[in-house]
T-cell receptor, first 111, second 113 residues
Framework: SQQGEEDPQALSIQEGENATMNCSYK?????LQWYRQNSGRGLVHLIL?????REKHSGRLRVTLDTSKKSSSLLITASRAADTASYFC???????????FGTGTRLQVFP | EAQVTQNPRYLITVTGKKLTVTCSQN?????MSWYRQDPGLGLRQIYY???????DKGDVPEGYKVSRKEKRNFPLILESPSPNQTSLYFC????????????FGQGTRLTVV
């Protein structure tokens, strides 16, 4: 399988702290995306970073991409209880039409 | 409102009884796909479709069928469901496959007994 993996599997922090999640993948990609899922509901797109980009920001989110290491990280700054959710990376591998998701990181933010 | 609509949201069925989960999108997206989500395994792609009448296998296609007769609809068919197909299923659509953001339905929780 070309599936990516997120690390850690679970993360618990206090409100106001930063949360960092990592994603590793196996094949060359066109781009990488991050999604959020609240408790068994549909996934919501957060951010897309292309393979020729190294860093991207969106509000309190910062995503980095290192194609040489086949890895990405998602940083959520100044976390809030409402950020509690599962976070998934998804890759768009070269020469396929698939969108491959990782196994996810469960983030719990305590008030 | 742009959305992907799946039905039903919940379904309990018996082994071997054919069922269809419907998926419809109103964004004129070319790409549609089905995923199943199981604890510890993340989302795994079952089938995807690049356009009308064009479908292809994802990573876990066994036991499933799909069709894409119209751009907006992409039903998932389980001809003979088995207990190992008990899962949470998601339909998704995007403008250009993995090159653009995907929009997800709310999910269908299927239990096969």
């Amino acid at each position: 399988s070309q599936q990516g993996e997120e690390d850690p599997q679970a993360l618990s922090i206090q409100e106001g702290e930063n949360a960092t999640m990592n994603c590793s993948y196996k094949t060359s990609i066109n781009n990488l995306q991050w999604y959020r899922q609240n408790s068994g509901r549909g996934l919501v797109h957060l951010i897309l970073i292309r393979s020729n980009e190294r860093e991207k920001h969106s509000g309190r989110l910062r995503v980095t991409l290192d194609t040489s290491k086949k890895s990405s990280s998602l940083l959520i700054t100044a976390s809030r209880a409402a950020d509690t959710a599962s976070y998934f990376c998804a890759t768009d591998p070269y020469n396929t039409d698939k969108l491959i998701f990782g196994t996810g990181t469960r983030l719990q933010v305590f008030p | 409102e742009a959305q992907v609509t799946q039905n039903p949201r919940y379904l309990i069925t018996v082994t071997g009884k054919k069922l269809t989960v419907t998926c419809s999108q109103n964004m004129n997206h070319e790409y549609m796909s089905w995923y199943r989500q199981d604890p510890g395994l993340g989302l795994r792609q079952i089938y995807y479709s690049m356009n009308v009448e064009v479908t292809d296998k994802g990573d876990v296609p066994e036991g499933y069928k799909v069709s894409r007769k119209e751009k907006r609809n992409f039903p998932l068919i389980l001809e003979s469901p088995s207990p190992n197909q008990t899962s949470l299923y998601f339909c998704a659509s995007s403008l250009r496959g993995g090159r653009t953001e995907a929009f997800f339905g709310q999910g269908t929780r299927l239990t096969v007994v």
